[in-house]
């Protein structure tokens, strides 16, 4: 396999090598449980999930890390502003504990809804507060680390390579544009690593430290937990492109500061913003749209991602209802050209690999290439499509290539396909079908053909359509 990756760092496509053969370390940055994961969150998990689908279909052992922030992550992601989680408490009259556990769950069955992989080892902030004092006190060991006001800070000017994953220039680094200045800073861009004098009052949860009672700042929990589950260095990590600035360029200098191990990660992979026709969209200005609220809508979550894999992860994509109506039709057609190819099928076939030197082998290798050149999804969808329609593969080879796609695209062609055509439909249904296709059949071999479409239309109002096959009548749900 050769695939390649655009890598922020150095903002280049690379060949993907990774640091120890045939195993992969990953780490995508997770929810802050505060609220509902809005539809553009889980753009970035889709994206995770074809990265990781793709390389554990390439042979490799993946560990994919997510963490979950219950604690430390303030509206702006240097140090400003309010604390996500208590305020989300307050304004509900709960514990923040409470809060993180309600919206975690919400967000794990959105990722499940969305036929996203379960990542492997999936991680708390509240519970590797040990963790991020350990590696805190490495850094302080380094020099890297002021107190000032009560808090601990990273030094940035002790980092020499600070800002090179967001080629942050160092004037820009003194103008530091930020809105809200905390003047315990010696350099607007220094940040927070512990948090003793809290500008929150009531901070709900405060934990003991050589800095004194108080919480960690945002960045290191994401340093601290991927250390502890894929090592000193790893091969790759992933978010939003809007953590490109602060949080991951932090995220690099405390980790190399801590370890002067260089380069921590070895690629890091960004998706781009979806975005409303309004503007951006994002969770603490309210006004996001949730998955739940497509499916009150009348849209299946897979409709959804199939919406998501139409574009690809480095473009911005624009979402709209119409948008995601095509995306419905067309995951609907897709569905239907492979209950086709099932329907198509010889009694004994089973599709399981296409056949070597096949023009459906040609189609696969294609769709290889697609996702090998930077998870081009949409490239890889055009060949899916290309494979089921073309009326010169075989059924057989058309459902064994689209299957193997599958592994990749996540849209569980197979068992949608099944759910579509009745598979799944209530025993006593699928008998009264059946004795209704027995009957029309019996109807039409005596030529009453009146009856015989009184049958077919009775079905029909019921939303099943009757299909005549050589190989006999078929029926699939409307
Ligand atoms: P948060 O829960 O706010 O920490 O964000 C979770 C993930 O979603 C991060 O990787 C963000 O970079 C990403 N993200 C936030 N807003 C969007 C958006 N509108 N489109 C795509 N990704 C986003
Ligand atoms: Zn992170």
Same mark, same amino acid.
């Given at each position: 396999?050769?695939?390649?990756?655009?890598?922020?760092?150095?903002?280049?496509?690379?060949?993907?090598?990774?640091?120890?053969?045939?195993?992969?370390?990953? /780490?995508?940055?997770?929810?802050?449980?505060?609220?509902?994961?809005?539809?553009?969150?889980?753009?970035?998990?889709?994206?995770?999930?074809?990265?990781?689908?793709?390389?554990?279909?390439?042979?490799? =052992?993946?560990?994919?890390?997510?963490?979950?922030?219950?604690?430390?992550? +303030?509206?702006?992601?240097?140090?400003?502003?309010?604390?996500?989680?208590?305020?989300?408490?307050?304004?509900?009259?709960?514990?923040?504990?409470?809060?993180?556990?309600?919206?975690?769950?919400?967000?794990?069955?959105?990722?499940?809804?969305?036929?996203?992989?379960?990542?492997?080892?999936?991680?708390? $902030?509240?519970?590797?507060?040990?963790?991020?004092?350990?590696?805190?006190?490495?850094?302080?060991?380094?020099?890297?680390? /002021?107190?000032?006001?009560?808090?601990?800070?990273?030094?940035?000017?002790?980092?020499?390579? /600070?800002?090179?994953?967001?080629?942050?220039?160092?004037?820009?680094?003194?103008?530091?544009?930020?809105?809200?200045?905390?003047?315990?800073?010696?350099?607007?861009?220094?940040?927070?690593?512990?948090?003793?004098?809290?500008?929150?009052?009531?901070?709900?949860?405060?934990?003991?430290?050589?800095?004194?009672?108080?919480?960690?700042?945002?960045?290191?929990?994401?340093?601290?937990?991927?250390?502890?589950? +894929?090592?000193?260095?790893?091969?790759?990590?992933?978010?939003?492109?809007?953590?490109?600035?602060?949080?991951?360029?932090?995220?690099?200098?405390?980790?190399? $500061? $801590?370890?002067?191990?260089?380069?921590?990660?070895?690629?890091?992979?960004?998706? =781009?913003?979806?975005?409303?026709?309004?503007?951006?969209?994002?969770?603490?200005?309210?006004?996001?749209?949730? &998955?739940?609220?497509?499916?009150?809508?009348?849209?299946?979550?897979?409709?959804?991602?199939?919406?998501?894999?139409?574009?690809?992860?480095?473009?911005?994509?624009?979402?709209?209802?119409?948008?995601?109506?095509?995306?419905?039709?067309?995951?609907?057609?897709?569905?239907?050209?492979?209950?086709?190819?099932?329907?198509?099928?010889?009694?004994?076939?089973?599709?399981?690999?296409?056949?070597?030197?096949?023009?459906?082998?040609?189609?696969?290798?294609?769709?290889?290439?697609?996702?090998?050149?930077?998870?081009?999804?949409?490239?890889?969808?055009? =060949?899916?499509?290309? +494979?089921?329609?073309?009326?010169?593969?075989?059924?057989?080879?058309? &459902?064994?290539?689209?299957?193997?796609?599958?592994?990749?695209?996540?849209?569980?062609?197979?068992?949608?396909?099944?759910?579509?055509?009745?598979?799944?439909?209530?025993? =006593?249904?699928?008998?009264?079908?059946?004795?209704?296709?027995?009957?029309?059949?019996?109807?039409?071999?005596?030529?009453?053909?009146?009856?015989?479409?009184?049958?077919?239309?009775?079905?029909?109002?019921?939303?099943?359509? +009757?299909?005549?096959?050589?190989?006999?009548?078929?029926?699939?749900?409307?």
């Amino acid at each position: 396999m050769a695939l390649t990756l655009f890598n922020t760092l150095g903002r280049s496509v690379q060949a993907f090598e990774p640091r120890a053969s045939g195993k992969v370390g990953f /780490y995508g940055c997770g929810p802050t449980v505060y609220n509902y994961a809005h539809i553009g969150n889980l753009r970035a998990y889709v994206l995770h999930d074809v990265l990781v689908r793709t390389l554990r279909r390439a042979g490799f =052992e993946v560990t994919h890390v997510m963490n979950i922030t219950d604690v430390g992550h +303030l509206s702006g992601d240097s140090d400003e502003g309010d604390d996500k989680m208590v305020k989300s408490a307050q304004e509900r009259g709960k514990s923040v504990l409470e809060v993180a556990e309600f919206y975690a769950k919400a967000f794990f069955q959105d990722l499940q809804r969305l036929n996203v992989a379960p990542p492997t080892v999936i991680c708390k $902030a509240t519970e590797h507060i040990s963790d991020m004092i350990d590696l805190i006190k490495r850094i302080e060991a380094r020099g890297c680390t /002021y107190s000032a006001g009560g808090n601990l800070y990273f030094d940035i000017t002790k980092f020499p390579a /600070y800002g090179e994953l967001a080629r942050l220039r160092l004037d820009d680094l003194k103008a530091g544009a930020r809105t809200e200045v905390d003047e315990n800073k010696r350099n607007p861009h220094d940040f927070v690593l512990w948090f003793t004098k809290s500008k929150f009052e009531n901070q709900a949860l405060v934990w003991d430290s050589p800095w004194g009672t108080g919480y960690p700042g945002w960045h290191i929990e994401c340093s601290a937990m991927s250390i502890k589950y +894929l090592g000193e260095t790893f091969d790759i990590h992933a978010g939003g492109i809007d953590h490109v600035p602060i949080h991951h360029t932090n995220e690099i200098a405390q980790s190399e $500061a $801590a370890t002067g191990k260089h380069p921590w990660v070895k690629y890091w992979v960004h998706n =781009e913003f979806l975005v409303l026709d309004k503007g951006k969209m994002s969770k603490s200005a309210g006004g996001f749209l949730t &998955l739940q609220s497509l499916i009150d809508a009348g849209y299946d979550p897979l409709d959804y991602r199939y919406f998501l894999l139409g574009g690809h992860y480095r473009s911005q994509l624009q979402f709209s209802y119409q948008a995601l109506e095509s995306a419905k039709n067309a995951r609907k057609s897709l569905l239907d050209r492979v209950i086709e190819r099932i329907n198509g099928l010889p009694p004994d076939a089973k599709p399981e690999k296409v056949s070597p030197g096949s023009k459906a082998e040609t189609y696969l290798s294609a769709f290889n290439a697609a996702l090998e050149d930077d998870l081009s999804t949409p490239r890889g969808l055009a =060949e899916l499509w290309g +494979l089921l329609r073309d009326p010169e593969v075989s059924p057989a080879d058309a &459902l064994a290539g689209a299957f193997d796609m599958d592994q990749i695209l996540g849209l569980a062609l197979k068992a949608e396909a099944e759910k579509r055509r009745g598979f799944e439909e209530p025993q =006593e249904l699928v008998a009264e079908i059946e004795s209704l296709i027995a009957k029309r059949g019996e109807a039409k071999k005596v030529k009453n053909f009146a009856e015989a479409d009184a049958i077919r239309r009775t079905l029909k109002e019921r939303g099943i359509i +009757l299909e005549d096959r050589p190989a006999g009548t078929v029926w699939r749900r409307e």
